[in-house]
């Protein structure tokens, strides 16, 4: 992430070091396990002092009564699975079940962490020199800042390990994670000021944590935002709680089959953001032909992604707007239905806004990706009517490359997108049509284009300045001058000759 400082670096480089020979997606329940260790450790520790110290409001308290800690949000923390306790064991060879104990008995106090800490610490495979040696590089986040800024870094940490892990595990990783720019831009664009916000594919909580950023940005209470989760994958799920722990969000985060067994059967959200994973073709469609949520048409059994646009649209409040990420190929595909599908809900009047995205942006997958926007009411009084239109915006060109394989939006990007979305659907907002990058089109434009909703179709391509001068006569101008350095013998201008030749112009 472009705007982290060099100390989340400086950590991962030292901490994936000690990697060595070790799988990722296993080495990472064992650093970001530490990381939320010393998170609720330094948040006890700090309440815990004033507790002590007995005076002001905390007067006549007793710091070893989980109570206290209960009363004032913090995560109360036996004896021995605090952090100062465990470093000073770091380099003895039973630090593994001192650090198993130590997550057992943090669950067994706090209900809310119940099944979510790793206990794998002990496991013999487990390097105990180097786990030592990561406890205390664990121990340096935060070592010399006030509480809160302490915490925050862990938070910042916790985030960046998660970014960083999931490139390193390649295509498995993206089933947690969700580049921060893509959350970003979602969170930026829908605004999740207060109401209830809903991924049902949420994966370590990245849309959760980024719309809780937005909040406090904005000077909003993020008390105001009720936060709904569902995770398939129950790994996944124990990262997305640690990691809203770590941020003291509180979220209901269920288990399970989102198609299957939807554990938020009557919520209807104000704010749905999510990235499920795209193509999908076993999501057990073949269970599911009489579903309520199939109101646009029945979802191929091969393909989920119209089966995660028709369960998102379902679950809006008659005011709710979604932002989703899928692949390129549903905004054209006829396959099994799916224009159909897509031909209805876009006379639903549920398409809002279709942003084309920049190849490279994903860890885990080279697949070019969209997002699209829904709108379940597009007259209401937020914002102007727009029922007869739809935005396209082409945000292929946008993003900056950080590694070899890598591309994210800069915060100016972001910036960009979203304030043209803004603009357009706002009631104060000046908007304008930008060749090649952004079209207000009608639906008759988009039915002409038989409901195809690629932004390439509408935007056009930038306008070129036009010297006045042919076409016809610049080439021939310019095969004049090749002419004469090839008679000179030039052995690349023979080269560029015979390519010319190939496409019809000859000297």
Not at 225 to 243: C, D, H, K, V, Y
Not at 348 to 373: E, H, K, R, S
Request: aromatic letters at 10%; one cysteine or more; charged letters at 25%.
């Amino acid at each position: 992430m472009a705007d982290n400082n060099d100390l989340e670096k400086t950590l991962w480089t030292a901490a994936d070091k000690m990697r060595s020979n070790m799988d990722a997606a296993e080495y990472k329940h064992v650093v970001l396990g530490l990381i939320f260790l010393k998170y609720i450790s330094d948040a006890f520790n700090d309440l815990y002092q004033k507790l002590v110290e007995n005076a002001g409001e905390y007067e006549g308290s007793d710091p070893e009564d989980p109570d206290e800690y209960l009363a004032n949000n913090v995560f109360f923390v036996p004896e021995k699975a605090r952090w100062q306790y465990l470093q000073d064991r770091a380099k003895q060879p039973e630090i593994g079940k001192y650090l198993d104990d130590a997550m057992d008995a943090i669950e067994r106090i706090n209900p809310p962490l119940k099944g979510v800490l790793p206990k794998i610490y002990a496991d013999p495979e487990l390097n105990k020199p180097r786990l030592g040696e990561l406890i205390d590089l664990i121990g340096t986040i935060g070592f010399r800042q006030d509480a809160n800024k302490s915490q925050d870094l862990l938070g910042r940490v916790y985030e960046y390990f998660l970014g960083q892990f999931a490139d390193a595990e390649g295509k498995k990783g993206g089933q947690f994670y969700t580049p921060a720019s893509i959350v970003k831009l979602l969170v930026e664009m829908l605004e999740p000021f207060n109401g209830r916000v809903y991924d049902g594919c949420c994966g370590s909580g990245g849309m959760f944590v980024q719309s809780e950023k937005f909040v406090r940005n904005h000077q909003g209470n993020i008390k105001d935002l009720s936060i709904f989760g569902q995770e398939s994958n129950p790994t996944t799920l124990r990262l997305a709680r640690m990691n809203l722990a770590i941020r003291g969000i509180d979220a209901r985060l269920e288990l399970g089959d989102t198609f299957l067994n939807d554990r938020h059967p009557d919520l209807k959200a104000d704010f749905i953001l999510a990235n499920p994973p795209f193509n999908i073709s076993d999501w057990n469609g073949e269970q599911l032909r009489d579903d309520i949520r199939w109101k646009h048409g029945l979802p191929p059994v091969g393909n989920a992604n119209y089966a995660w646009l028709q369960h998102f649209a379902y679950k809006l409040s008659p005011t709710g707007t979604a932002g989703i990420v899928l692949a390129n190929g549903s905004m054209n595909s006829n396959t099994s239905g799916e224009g159909d599908i897509r031909k209805n809900m876009i006379e639903a009047g549920l398409v809002d806004c279709m942003v084309a995205l920049p190849a490279q942006l994903f860890y885990n997958t080279m697949i070019p990706a969209c997002l699209w926007f829904l709108a379940r009411n597009r007259t209401n009084h937020k914002f102007r009517d727009r029922s007869n239109e739809i935005l396209f915006i082409d945000a292929r060109k946008l993003g900056t490359m950080i590694n070899r394989r890598n591309k994210e939006f800069a915060d100016q990007d972001i910036a960009l997108i979203a304030g043209t979305y803004h603009a357009w659907r706002g009631k104060a907002g000046v908007y304008e049509d930008q060749a090649g990058f952004c079209k207000a089109t009608t639906l008759d434009e988009v039915r002409a284009n038989n409901y195809v909703l690629m932004p390439g179709r509408y935007v056009g391509t930038e306008e070129a300045e036009d010297d006045g001068v042919p076409f016809v006569k610049k080439m021939n101008a310019l095969t004049a001058k090749l002419a004469e350095q090839f008679a000179r013998g030039d052995e690349l201008q023979k080269t560029i000759h015979e390519n010319l030749k190939g496409i019809g112009y000859d000297f």
